[in-house]
C-alpha cells in the first residue's frame, strides 16, 4: 500500500473522531498511524522515542510528545494536540523545545492538521511559519510527494531544507494571491489602473477600478477554467475516436473471422418458410457470428426469434421465451427444427403484439 492510500484510511478514521476524547487518545488513533505510514515503528524506542526530554534554560525535565531519531540524535519534534485544538495558539511551546535541540524539524498536529518547521530563517531558530502544512482529510498530491521526504526511506535533511525555503515562501505567495484576488489591495489596483487609464488615479478612479478590478479577475479565472475544460474535452473526444477507431478494427477482424455455412443458409430458409404462417419472408433476417447464427424479425436486434449452433460437434437451436431466456436443443438433422415451428411462430406473435 502506498503512502496515498495509507493516509486516506487515516482520513477515512477522522470521520469518527466524536467518539475520541482526549489528547492521548488522538496520538493512539491519529498521529501514531501517521508516524507508522512514514515508514518509522513507533514501538522501538531508539527509533520514535515517546516524551522526549528537552531541558529548557532553568526548566529542567521538559517533555515533548515524541522525538524521531536517525544516528542516535533527534532530527524531528513532534508536538502533538486533541484534534479539537486550535494549533495557532500552540507553536511557541514547540518553538521553546526546538531551539535547545539539535533537531533540524519540528511538526505540530492534532492528528488532523499537520505543520512541519524548520530554522529557514535564522539558524537554529524555529520558524514562525511552517513549510509545509495540510489539512489530512484534504491532502494534495503535491503536498504527499513533499511528504514523501520525511519517509524513513527517503529522509534527507540537508536535501529537504534545500527545498523547504522554496515551499515556505511559495505557500506565502499563494496565500497572497488568494488575498489580492478576492479583495485587492488599493497598491495591487492602483498597479493596473496607471496601465490602463489614461488620466492620474484619483481616489474616485480608484474606487471604480478596484470593483473592476475583482470583475475582471473573476472573468479572467472563468476564462482560464472553461478554455481547460475545452481543452480536456478535446482530449477525451480524441482519445474516444482513437478508441472507437481501434474497436472498429477489432469488429472488422472479428468479421473477417466469420464464415457462413450452406448448411446456416438452409437453416435460415426452414425458419423463414416457418414464420412465413405470421409474417412477410421479407422481415425475416439473420445474422451470423463467430459462436451462433441468430434469426430476427425486421433486422431488430431486440426481436431476436433464434438461436442455431451448427458448427460444433453436436447441433442446437436455442429458442427465447417472453423473458428473452435462452432455451437450448439439441438437434440431429435440420429437419427437426420443424419440430420448434410452435415455439418460434409464438415469439413471433410476441414481438407483433
Not at 129 to 137: S, V
Request: charged share 30%.
Amino acid at each position: 500500500m502506498d503512502l496515498k492510500d495509507q493516509l486516506k484510511l487515516i482520513a477515512d478514521r477522522t470521520k469518527h473522531k466524536e467518539s475520541i476524547q482526549t489528547e492521548e487518545a488522538t496520538k493512539n488513533a491519529f498521529v501514531m498511524p501517521f508516524l507508522q505510514s512514514l515508514g518509522y515503528d513507533v514501538f522501538n524506542p531508539l527509533e520514535v522515542v515517546p516524551e522526549f526530554i528537552a531541558d529548557i534554560g532553568i526548566k529542567k525535565g521538559e517533555k515533548i510528545d515524541y522525538a524521531i531519531f536517525k544516528d542516535g540524535h533527534p532530527t524531528i519534534l513532534i508536538e502533538c494536540k486533541d484534534w479539537r485544538q486550535n494549533l495557532n495558539v500552540h507553536d511557541g511551546q514547540l518553538l521553546r523545545y526546538f531551539h535547545v535541540s539539535k533537531a533540524k524539524f519540528g511538526l505540530l498536529t492534532n492528528g488532523i492538521v499537520y505543520r512541519f518547521y524548520s530554522d529557514l530563517v535564522a539558524p537554529n531558530k524555529m520558524d514562525e511559519k511552517p513549510f509545509l502544512e495540510f489539512n489530512i482529510t484534504e491532502i494534495k498530491d503535491n503536498q504527499i510527494e513533499e511528504l514523501k521526504k520525511f519517509h524513513k526511506a527517503n529522509f534527507d535533511a540537508e536535501s529537504i531544507v534545500n527545498t523547504a525555503s522554496e515551499m515556505k515562501y511559495m505557500n506565502e505567495l499563494k496565500h497572497l494571491l488568494h488575498q489580492e484576488l478576492t479583495e485587492p489591495s488599493s497598491e495591487f489596483v492602483k498597479y493596473f489602473a496607471k496601465q490602463v487609464y489614461p488620466s492620474v488615479v484619483t481616489a474616485k478612479v480608484l474606487d471604480q477600478f478596484t470593483e473592476l478590478t475583482k470583475k475582471s479577475i473573476q472573468h479572467y479565472i472563468s476564462d482560464l477554467i472553461t478554455e481547460r475544460l475545452k481543452t480536456a474535452l478535446s482530449k477525451e473526444d480524441e482519445k474516444n475516436k482513437v478508441e472507437n477507431e481501434i474497436s472498429a478494427e477489432q469488429n472488422l477482424e472479428d468479421i473477417s473471422k466469420i464464415n457462413t455455412t450452406e448448411e446456416e443458409l438452409e437453416a435460415f430458409l426452414i425458419v423463414k418458410t416457418i414464420l412465413r404462417q405470421k409474417v412477410p419472408a421479407t422481415r425475416v433476417t439473420y445474422r451470423d457470428a463467430q459462436s451462433y447464427f441468430a434469426i430476427f424479425l425486421d433486422d431488430n436486434n431486440r426481436k431476436a426469434i433464434c438461436r442455431l449452433y451448427l458448427n460444433g460437434g453436436k447441433k442446437y437451436i436455442g429458442t427465447l421465451d417472453e423473458n428473452k431466456k435462452e432455451t437450448k436443443f439439441e438437434i440431429g438433422t435440420l429437419d427437426e427444427i420443424f419440430n420448434y415451428s410452435e415455439i418460434l411462430l409464438k415469439t413471433t406473435e410476441l414481438y407483433e403484439k
